[in-house]
């Protein structure tokens, strides 16, 4: 199956630092996404990007589907921002379409 | 539009109990998910639905069922509750409309098996 690595797995940065996450998966997607996992253990989508660029206030992804990587760059963080970051890919199959999930890379926005 | 609404959010079970989670979406999503989200980790596939009537096993099924009777909603039921079993479980739905294979996720469900 398509395998998703996610680096790096801890991060912890100074508010208003910047930052890239980088997403690495081992096969051709119809689907990426990624999720913020605030403290509180709710998922929030940030993007739906199979290809191509985004952006979404600090927040912007840009995905090469023929190399294989996603990133997502958060500017000017906040404290807000702490909790994990996870990526998605999926293939659609004769039903249905599944997530395949990356591990995760947990950010610490400190004041 | 709820999204995708989950019930229980916390739930605490003895081992061999049993108990039905909920997940009704209000989106007209014709896809629906079941996952589990271990300490530290990804989320896992356990079922999933393409429509009314028609589910299929993802990768981590054993120890549970699912039905899909309506498009609204999904239960996941977990039969004879093993420790292993202690995770959080997040339900999710999608639509094949468009070229959009965005999948949106409820709020979760805690459950512990003691």
């Known amino acids: 199956g398509i395998q998703v690595e996610q680096s790096p797995p801890d991060l912890i940065l100074q508010e208003g630092a910047n930052s890239t996450l980088r997403c690495n998966f081992s096969?051709?997607?119809?689907?990426l996404q990624w999720f913020h996992q605030n403290p509180w253990g709710q998922l929030i989508n940030l993007f739906y990007?199979?290809?191509g660029t985004k952006q979404n206030g600090r927040l912007s992804a840009t995905t090469v589907a023929t190399e294989r990587y996603s990133l997502l760059y958060i500017s000017s963080s906040q404290t807000t921002d702490s909790g994990v970051y996870f990526c998605a890919v999926g293939r659609v199959y004769n039903q249905g379409e599944k997530l395949i999930f990356g591990q995760g890379t947990e950010l610490s926005v400190k004041p | 539009n709820a999204g995708v609404t989950q019930t229980p959010k916390f739930r605490i079970l003895k081992i061999g109990q049993s108990m039905t989670l909920q997940c009704t979406q209000d989106m007209n999503h014709n896809y629906m998910y079941w996952y589990r989200q271990d300490p530290g980790m990804g989320l896992k596939l356990i079922y999933y639905s393409v429509g009314a009537g028609i589910t299929d096993k993802g990768e981590v099924p054993n120890g549970y069922n699912v039905s899909r009777s309506t498009t609204e909603d999904f239960p996941l039921r977990l039969e004879l509750a093993a420790p292993s079993q202690t995770s959080v479980y997040f339900c999710?739905?999608?639509?094949?409309?468009?070229?959009?294979?965005?999948?949106?996720f409820g709020p979760g469900t805690r459950l512990t098996v003691t």
């Open positions: 999710a739905s999608s639509s094949t409309s468009g070229s959009s294979y965005e999948q949106y």
């Open positions: 096969d051709s997607v119809n689907n």
């Open positions: 990007i199979p290809s």
